[in-house]
Structures are given as C-alpha cells and as structure tokens.
C-alpha cells in the first residue's frame, strides 16, 4: 500500500559520507521505518529503527556515533546520514515500513510490510 524508494547509495572510499533517502509514495506521519542493509555472503540486519515521532528507537551496535535517522514527514522522506564509512559498510541497503505502531521498537525483517528495492553502498579506496 505503501511504495518506498531508496537512493544515494554510491562508491565512496574509506572515512567518506552518504545519505541516503527513503522517499514515500504517500503520507507516512503515522509509518515506522526501519533501515536494513545486507553484506554479500551475509544476514539481512537492522541498522536502525525510527518511529512516528521520529524517535529513535533502535541502533546497531555498529552505527552508534556514525550514522544517524530522521525524517521530514512534509517530504515523504526518511534519511539514513552515514558517516566515516568504512569497508565493513558496503551492503545493499534498505528501508521498510509498517504501517501500525503497537510497540516502539521493530528490528525484524517480518515486522514489517513494504520494502523498497535497495540501493548500493560500496566503500572502496
């Protein structure tokens, strides 16, 4: 009911910055979005978790102090910020959304309804 699109994934080298953005086909004030990434050879794993409100409510371990999650809900869009990326970043990163908040937090893949496409995030010298 919900289509999502990603982009701004690209070649980046070592200690470099993204955003990427999660655009909305439609309102999603009242959407969780979750943002997922999957390494070749790896899990589908969570990297973060940002509610309605635009809380926070998850982090990997990996991206605390380097990545960070917002919204502007006027734009249909969510932002993954990364910074000082490193080689270990490079995954297909996704965005997801499921349509009804009951709990504040979601880190499963099966929590959620709509997944966009995915966009590539390689980080290479």
């Known amino acids: 009911q919900l289509a999502l699109v990603e982009s701004g994934g690209d070649l980046v080298q070592p200690g470099g910055s993204l955003r990427l953005s999660c655009v909305a086909s439609g309102p999603m004030k009242y959407v969780t979005i979750g943002w997922f990434r999957q390494a070749p050879g790896k899990e589908r794993e969570m990297v973060s978790c940002?509610?309605?409100?635009?809380?926070?409510?998850h982090q990997a371990e990996s991206a605390k102090g380097r990545f960070t999650t917002y919204r502007e809900n006027d734009k249909n869009t969510v932002y993954l910020q990364m910074n000082n990326l490193a080689p270990e970043d490079t995954a297909v990163y996704f965005c997801?959304?499921?349509?009804?908040?009951?709990?504040?937090?979601?880190?499963?893949?099966?929590?959620?309804?709509?997944w966009g496409q995915g966009t590539q995030v390689t980080v290479s010298s």
């Open positions: 997801a959304a499921r349509l009804t908040e009951v709990r504040l937090t979601y880190t499963r893949t099966k929590d959620y309804d709509n």
């Open positions: 940002i509610t309605a409100r635009g809380r926070i409510t």
